[in-house]
Structures are given as C-alpha cells and as structure tokens.
C-alpha cells in the first residue's frame, strides 16, 4: 500500500502544479511618448552611418528632372488635367510597350496620390504620384461591358479614362457614352490598358473583372510614366469634356 502511494504522489503532484490558474489584471500602467524630435536625443544614430551612403544616392537620383510642368496639374474627379493626363499617358505606352493599338486605358483617381505645381518633374514627383508596383494589364473586353464600365464611372462620379471614351451621366445613370467617336457595339472586341489592381474590380470598377482575356505585362505603371515624361518633356493635359457628369 505504501508503495502505491508514494506512486501516486508524483502523480498528483503533476496535476496539481500543472493545472493552469485563473488569471486577471491586477494594475495597469501608461506613459505618455511623444513621437517628434525629442527622441532624437535617445536614437541609435549607428544605423545612420551605414544608410548614409544609401540615403545620398537614392536621393540625388530622384531629384534629376524628367521634363517640365508649365502650369499645376492635380488629380479629381470628374475630370482633370492630371487624372487626363495619367490615362493618355498609360495608353500611349502601352501601346509602345505592345505594338498593338489599345482602344482605352482607364486610371482610378484614387490612385494618384499627390497633385504636381508648376515646374521640373523629377522621379520623386512619379514616385509620390504612383507610390505602387501596380503593373499594365491587357484586357480584351466586348462592348457590352465596356458600357458596363461606364456605368460604373458614372456611379463613381467620374474615373481615369483616356480620351476617345466619352462618358455622359446625369444622377448616377449612363445617358451616353461613345469610343474615338463611335458607338460601342455590344459583341465587338475592345482592348482595355489599367492596372492589375483595377483588373479585380477595385474602386467600383467592377466591369473590368468581366474581360474574355488578360494578358499581364510585367511593367510597372510607374516605370511608364517616367518614360513618358522623359519623351514628352512638357508635361500638360486639359479637362476636355471626356467625363460630363451632373
């Protein structure tokens, strides 16, 4: 008997010691941190020593100009000369990039994320603008969804769309709509240049997920841009009526 029990009482000692308790907050205490130049003083500045170089580097490449803005261009919808110039911008190297004639390109203005002044556009002014890798895509779409996507633009109060696509609305419906100054034919092949984030629907533009086919590029919208500024050198687009939405 006394054998069992001094078996059992490791046994029970195990149970005992193990069995998780309770547990509660017994106090709780904050301190207030101020994230500004008062941590200066507390930094480890040794990591800065070795980004130096780096730092120099990356920062003298972005300020080298591209090309020049003459007048200030920013991104809003309906329309505007930025959010023009994004979409003709895309259009016209994707079709340099492809050596195929691209019916449309489409640009979410969201996605623009900075307004350019007056004067040289540098890298750092493309990379503020497109601080995303999003990538050119190819749609091939037919007609009947590309006025599904003017619809949509229409709901969204206005969208990126280059300029032979003419959009007309009045109190979120579609009244008209026209490609490079035709009607769209409904069972026609059109072929769409956007993003591949716009590719699966976002911002509303949930036509662009409707394509027969898709056919990914591998180039950073980003990176077309400042090719395009470099060609270009003056940098301008006018609201022109593409997006008459009341």
């Not at 556009?121 to 493309?126: E, M």
């Amino acid at each position: 008997m006394k054998r069992f029990l001094l078996f059992l009482a490791p046994i029970a000692l195990f149970f005992i010691c193990c069995t998780r308790q309770p547990m509660h907050v017994s106090s709780v205490s904050t301190e207030l941190l101020a994230v500004d130049s008062t941590l200066n003083a507390i930094q480890d500045t040794s990591y800065l020593n070795i980004i130096a170089p780096v730092h120099d580097e990356l920062e003298s490449q972005l300020c080298i100009p591209l090309g020049n803005a003459p007048e200030p261009m920013i991104a809003a919808k309906p329309e505007s000369p930025l959010l023009n110039w994004a979409t003709d911008a895309l259009l016209a190297m994707a079709e340099s990039e492809t050596g195929e004639t691209i019916d449309l390109a489409v640009v979410n203005c969201g996605g623009l994320r900075c307004a350019w002044q007056a004067g040289p556009i540098t890298f750092r002014h493309v990379f503020e603008l497109m601080p995303f890798d999003n990538e050119l895509v190819i749609l091939t779409m037919t007609g009947d969804k590309l006025l599904m996507l003017a619809q949509n633009c229409v709901e969204q109060g206005g969208q990126g769309v280059s300029a032979g696509f003419r959009v007309e609305g009045k109190d979120g419906l579609l009244t008209h709509v026209t490609l490079n100054g035709k009607e769209i034919v409904p069972e026609a092949y059109y072929k769409v240049a956007t993003s591949d984030y716009l590719s699966g629907g976002a911002d509303g533009l949930t036509a662009l997920t409707m394509f027969e086919d898709k056919t990914l590029t591998g180039k950073k919208i980003r990176d077309l841009y400042i090719e395009y500024v470099r060609r270009q050198q003056t940098v301008t687009a006018k609201v022109d009526g593409r997006m008459n939405i009341k």
